[in-house]
């Protein structure tokens, strides 16, 4: 049950509307799911997510700092790195994140298969 009376509608939260908007845009929860393991350069990053281009992979990640969800840190060496980690914001996505997944391995059959197991 949600909480709310069945016999009223309400309106979405403005919070909760630019938070799903956020992590549910294109690309953004797996590069989350990815720095969720400790902090990673640009082309780790890539590698480990396949199909996301490195167009998409810079917008994300300018996306994700600008939220403060992400940090990028220079790594003064020869030559310059950039490594990327999550703020304090950003790890609290973890536990959200984690019962997405929880959720999608009950109800989303991956390609192929029939039914999700329930």
């Known amino acids: 049950m949600s909480g709310f009376p ?15 908007e956020l992590i549910g845009t294109r690309w953004t929860g797996a590069i989350l799911h990815v720095l969720f393991t400790g902090r990673h350069r640009y082309a780790q990053i890539k590698a480990a997510v396949p199909g996301l281009s490195d167009t998409m992979l ?3 990640l300018r996306t994700l700092e600008a939220e403060e969800i992400i940090e990028r840190r220079v790594i003064p060496a020869t030559p310059v790195q950039v ?9 609290d996505l973890e536990t959200v994140l ?4 929880t959720w999608s391995h009950r109800w989303i059959p991956l390609p192929g298969e029939g039914e999700a197991v329930r």
């Open 6 to 20: 069945l016999s009223e509608t309400h309106p979405v939260c403005v919070r909760f509307h630019a938070a799903i």
């Open 58 to 60: 810079a917008q994300r």
């Open 83 to 91: 490594e990327y980690h999550l703020t304090e914001k950003g790890r």
């Open 98 to 101: 984690q019962a997405v997944t």
